[in-house]
T-cell receptor
Framework: GEDVEQSLFLSVREGDSSVINCTYT??????LYWYKQEPGAGLQLLTYIFSNMDMKQDQRLTVLLNKKDKHLSLRIADTQTGDSAIYFCAVSGNTPLVFGKGTRLSVIA | DADVTQTPRNRITKTGKRIMLECSQTKGHDRMYWYRQDPGLGLQLIYYSFDVKDINKGEISDGYSVSRQAQAKFSLSLESAIPNQTALYFC?????????????FGPGTRLTVL
């Protein structure tokens, strides 16, 4: 079945850019998602990209998709302390979604 | 009002007790899911339902059961709770759609089994 991998931790300084990476195994994945989980809360949909795109930008967020390498990334520009959270990558194809284990982003003031 | 609600938000119980966690949604979605979250393990799918008459096991269904009472309601039961079922439980919903499975999550239920 599908396997989705993410690094578990990332630490950045406030104002820098953060890049969270994700790799997946199923090349037939059609939609790829990024979710954010703040402490004590559920998962909030941040953004998603369709598999026929290679980039999507939404304000401070940029999603890059490399289908050949099965690699997805989320770049957060001008990272703020409010961006501290766990970020989950998820891929669809054969539903339900398959989630990565999440990357905990810590922003240092 | 929240589109996906879960009750209770917190529950402490004892080993061997039967527990029911409830999920309701006002999004009109056909598909509903139950996940468990443990630190460092991400989300693990327990059960999912694509419509009222459809129930499917996920990757960790042992020790759990579900009931889809209506399109808007999906309940998760622990027939005889054990301490390693202590975790954060999330309900989610999604629309039926080809290739897409955008899921919307409830706020979670923190369950502690003593």
């Amino acid at each position: 079945g599908e396997d989705v991998e993410q690094s578990l931790f990332l630490s950045v300084r406030e104002g820098d850019s953060s890049v969270i990476n994700c790799t997946y195994t199923d090349s037939s994945s059609t939609y790829l998602y990024w979710y954010k989980q703040e402490p004590g809360a559920g998962l909030q949909l941040l953004t998603y990209i369709f598999s026929n795109m290679d980039m999507k930008q939404d304000q401070r967020l940029t999603v890059l998709l490399n289908k050949k390498d099965k690699h997805l990334s989320l770049r957060i520009a001008d990272t703020q302390t409010g961006d501290s959270a766990i970020y989950f990558c998820a891929v669809s194809g054969n539903t339900p979604l398959v989630f990565g284990k999440g990357t905990r982003l810590s922003v240092i003031a | 009002d929240a589109d996906v609600t879960q009750t209770p938000r917190n529950r402490i119980t004892k080993t061997g007790k039967r527990i029911m966690l409830e999920c309701s949604q006002t999004k009109g979605h056909d598909r509903m899911y139950w996940y468990r979250q443990d630190p460092g393990l991400g989300l693990q799918l327990i059960y999912y339902s694509f419509d009222v008459k459809d129930i499917n096991k996920g990757e960790i269904s042992d020790g759990y059961s579900v009931s889809r009472q209506a399109q808007a309601k999906f309940s998760l039961s622990l027939e005889s709770a054990i301490p390693n079922q202590t975790a954060l439980y999330f309900c989610a919903t999604s629309e039926t759609g080809e290739g897409t499975d955008t899921q919307y999550f409830g706020p979670g239920t923190r369950l502690t089994v003593l």
